[in-house]
């Protein structure tokens, strides 16, 4: 299993571009939820997603759409990117099976906008 | 709603000595408790968990966390760390949808 991957890895954007951040896993999890890493902030969720073709607002949302057509795939857009949007993006999934909810996490993708 | 502080941003330490990296939360409910880690470059990986039960918890690399309702406290310990436990750790709390603290560097020095 790959577990949860993320494209790109890396990617800069110009003020005003837009761009889509991929996340897959193949563990066929329900939920899946995208985070932004910035210094001394921990993480913060942006958007999350319970199942196929449900999507809902995290703690910063603004900025940022997702869409969740396939089970395995949740994607994150920044229709028009800003400084402010420079950060590590991380994607995770979980499932209820476990008991926990425990996340499993991708390697991240590094934004920065010029 | 629920919170996590994770007083200390970094924590030096030098090889072989005991560490704790402490996290308190509120809730105005039950929730899970979780300790993840962050090795430079990479994504978080899950160190060890709270659910219920037995109040102290342990990780397969010698790190442990104990559980304490009354002081909504969850600190991480270990009695004696590698130089390959520097890295980032994160408090989290919640069920479907976690919050996590800000984080706390552990830096060990030979």
């Known amino acids: 299993n790959a577990g949860v991957t993320q494209t790109p890895k890396f990617r800069v954007l110009k003020t005003g571009q837009s761009m889509t951040l991929l996340c897959a896993q193949d563990?066929?999890?329900?939920?899946m939820y995208w985070y932004r890493q910035d210094p001394g902030m921990g993480l913060r969720l942006i958007h999350y997603?319970?199942?196929?073709?449900?999507?809902a607002k995290g703690e910063v949302p603004d900025g940022y759409n997702v869409s969740r057509l396939k089970k395995q795939n949740f994607l994150l857009g920044l229709e028009s990117a800003a400084p402010s949007q420079t950060s590590v993006y991380f994607c995770?999934?979980?499932?209820?099976?476990?008991?926990?909810?425990?996340?499993?996490f991708g390697p991240g993708t590094r934004l920065t906008v010029t | 709603a629920q919170s996590v502080t994770q007083l200390d941003s970094q924590v030096p330490v030098f090889e072989e000595a005991p560490v704790e990296l402490r996290c308190n939360y509120s809730?105005?409910?039950?929730?899970?408790l979780f300790w993840y880690v962050q090795y430079p470059n990479q994504g978080l990986q899950l160190l060890l968990k709270?659910?219920?039960?037995?109040?102290l918890v342990e990780s397969i690399n010698g790190f442990e966390a104990e559980f304490n309702k009354s002081q909504t406290s969850f600190h991480l310990r270990k009695p004696s760390v590698h130089i390959s436990d520097t890295a980032e750790y994160f408090c989290?709390?919640?069920?479907?949808?976690?919050?996590f603290g800000t984080g706390t560097r552990l830096l060990v020095s030979p």
């Open positions: 997603s319970v199942g196929e073709g449900t999507t």
């Open positions: 989290a709390v919640g069920f479907q949808k976690l919050v």
């Open positions: 709270y659910l219920s039960g037995s109040t």
């Open positions: 809730s105005s409910v039950s929730v899970y």
């Open positions: 563990m066929n999890h329900e939920y």
């Open positions: 995770a999934s979980s499932y209820s099976g476990s008991g926990s909810y425990e996340q499993y």
